[in-house]
């Protein structure tokens, strides 16, 4: 049976592991729309009293959309096979070396954006959440996984599709100015059939086999409230 947890519970928890090697590697995933970027800034908020904490998101190790476009990966983003993971592998290798070098992404341009790399001093811990983590990943040093039901996250997709959607009524660099001549039922109607014939097979099929080997698995109501499920 699963318990209440706060995100000072699961700092603390993070906090009394043991530091064999600087930065403790903490991989965070879960489906799309679960809230693991919520998650990952508060636990770094909750760790900053504690130990020296930074957050990077694999979003960043994405392939530039040109590049999926020409390998024919449009509608595969998110997928394994979307993301440059030799370029992953060298950034959490130089992490633990030195100053290393992590790229970002923009989700109005629902692209790379070079301009918001950063490079990091190697922290106490490093929380690195979203996609593209292989379920058994010998470089992390801790795994944890946000689960939810798959009606919740449906709905949550589509509330941030359409908060996205209207934002690009007055910005035509948004990626989301193409959905603006639909009207807001098939533009929900679109984002539904995004979710369906793309975030869902991939949730099913490359995701949730990470939840079965994490050393947390963290379960999020509908009400946005966590439950530890294990440990």
């Not at 592991?17 to 799309?32: E, Q, Y």
């Not at 599709?161 to 035509?172: G, K, Y």
Request: net charge negative.
């Amino acid at each position: 049976m699963s318990q209440s947890v706060t995100v000072s519970w699961i700092a603390e928890w993070l906090a009394d592991r043991p530091l064999s090697h600087r930065p403790m590697l903490v991989g965070l995933t879960g489906s799309v729309a679960s809230g693991k970027s919520t998650l990952a800034l508060a636990l770094k908020q909750a760790l900053g009293g504690l130990k020296q904490v930074d957050h990077v998101s694999t979003d960043g190790f994405l392939l530039p959309n040109a590049v999926l476009a020409e390998r024919g990966l449009s509608l595969r983003k998110g997928f394994p096979e979307s993301y440059d993971q030799p370029a992953l592998a060298r950034a959490l290798t130089a992490i633990r070396q030195g100053p290393a070098a992590f790229p970002g992404y923009c989700h109005v341009t629902y692209d790379i954006d070079p301009a918001l790399t950063r490079t990091l001093e190697p922290p106490e811990i490093l929380i690195l959440e979203g996609l593209g983590l292989p379920p058994s990943d010998a470089r992390l040093d801790v795994l944890i996984y946000l689960d939810a039901g798959e009606g919740d996250l449906e709905r949550w997709f589509l509330e941030r599709f359409m908060v996205l959607w209207r934002a690009a009524e007055t910005d035509p660099a948004s990626f989301y100015a193409q959905f603006r001549t639909m009207d807001e039922i098939q533009a929900e109607t679109f984002a539904r059939s995004v979710w369906a014939g793309i975030n869902l097979p991939n949730l099913r099929d490359h995701i949730l086999p990470a939840r079965e080997v994490a050393d947390m698995v963290l379960r999020k109501d509908s009400r946005h409230q966590l439950h530890l499920v294990r440990p």
